[in-house]
């Protein structure tokens, strides 16, 4: 069986096709990427869009990912996707029908940023293989044991019961993709590792604290929405300053969309959510202040989260600014000194993401990883065991 894992981002559409024929893990014969669309792309700069601009985007990116398919004569025997926000109806991968569709259709207000550009990807791939079984993975599946402590709000808990108010928590995929491969690289078992992880990517960013394979809490939140300074998510901001926008005559929907599309280094920076970009310009006082927001809270949550652990054997850096910008490692670990964090120049200069590579000092307590996520082995994993299971109770076409 060949399954086509679809990744869908807020500002790429991403592709492999895994053969999983025998027991062994599914290994990818064919990948690619279409780069350069959604709201935090380059292009779409300091510009303001149309409301469906993103899906439109994405849905046209799907399309050049099947006709690329086509051309090397490539044909899947399933269609998996990643589907950011899977909030209480769906706590594990689930087929696509008509059914799982309405469902994910209810939800898109969950992750606005995200969600949409999904949904417009799967419409696309049933149109391309109506006659192929497809699923969804979420990346709110990993976080949906985080203990309660971590995963309540603190507000009556009858109107977070009604209105489903709770942490969810993201990037689930990478995470459990990192924290196997960190394992590995340091020949340890999961359930030994305290690990803190940074899932710092051109659109959305986010860390959590993981202990024995299993996360204690998440930056993001009830949305992606909360958390780190993003490329044009605003991360935390006070509830009363939401709704002081709200009451100075925006609608909620326009505030929404300042907070997911029109804020974070995009919104400081005033023409740019890039942090490659921004690191370039610091001697401009707005992206100075950007840079200056994205690391402060970035190193706020890993101390937070060094505390939360009592320590931890690794840091981890993940995702596409994680792994390819030493800069980016150096300011984050920046100040982390008294906690054990210590970080090599030389080896962080050298560690270009390709591959697992420690970058710490020889005297640090911590080690410091760069560990390449692979989100489309997790979902192809999922499909396999989905798949399976589904096949044996004769349900496997969507």
């Not at 935090?40 to 869009?49: E, F, I, N, V, W």
């Not at 991360?235 to 925006?250: F, H, T, Y």
Request: hydrophobic share 40%.
């Amino acid at each position: 069986m060949d399954i086509l894992v679809l990744n869908c981002g807020s500002s790429s559409l991403s592709w492999k096709l895994f053969e999983t024929r025998g027991e062994g893990d599914p290994v990818a014969s064919a990948s690619g990427r279409v780069g350069g669309i959604g709201p935090s792309a380059k292009g779409d700069r300091g510009r303001s869009l149309p409301a469906d601009a993103d899906s439109r985007g994405h849905r046209s990116a799907a399309g050049e990912v099947f006709r690329e398919l086509r051309s090397r004569g490539l044909e899947p025997d399933a269609v998996g996707h990643r589907v950011v926000h899977g909030g209480t109806a769906f706590p594990a991968p689930a087929l696509i029908g008509p059914e799982t569709l309405e469902r994910l259709r209810e939800g898109l207000s969950l992750a606005p940023l995200h969600n949409p550009l999904s949904l417009a990807v799967i419409e696309a791939a049933r149109d391309r293989y109506p006659g192929l079984p497809q699923y969804a993975c979420f990346d709110t599946s990993f976080h949906a044991g985080l203990p309660p402590q971590a995963a309540v709000y603190a507000v009556p808990r009858d109107l977070a019961r009604r209105c489903g108010l709770r942490k969810f928590g993201f990037h689930g995929l990478s995470y459990r993709s990192v924290v196997a491969a960190a394992a590995r690289f340091l020949q340890r078992r999961e359930d030994e590792l305290r690990l803190v992880a940074c899932h710092l990517g051109t659109g959305g960013s986010s860390a959590a604290a993981i202990a024995a394979g299993r996360p204690l809490d998440t930056s993001m939140g009830f949305s992606p929405l909360q958390g780190l300074v993003m490329a044009t998510r605003s991360g935390d901001i006070d509830p009363e300053a939401v709704l002081a926008l709200v009451r100075s005559g925006l609608s909620p929907g326009r505030v929404s969309r300042i907070l997911n599309r029109e804020s974070g280094l995009l919104g400081l920076s005033g023409d740019s959510g890039d942090l490659g970009d921004l690191l370039g310009r610091r001697r401009l006082p707005d992206a100075a202040l950007a840079v200056a927001a994205y690391f402060h809270r970035l190193r706020l949550y890993i101390g937070g989260y060094l505390a939360l652990l009592g320590g931890a054997d690794a840091l981890i850096f993940t995702d596409e600014v994680g792994l390819t910008l030493p800069a980016v490692r150096e300011e984050a670990c920046r100040g982390l000194e008294f906690a054990g964090v210590r970080l090599d120049p030389e080896l962080n200069r050298r560690a270009d993401g390709s591959r697992c590579a420690d970058v710490a000092a020889s005297v640090s307590r911590i080690r410091i990883l760069v560990v390449p996520n692979d989100e489309e082995l997790e979902i192809a994993r999922e499909g396999v065991r989905l798949l399976i299971s589904a096949g044996e109770s004769r349900e496997v076409r969507a």
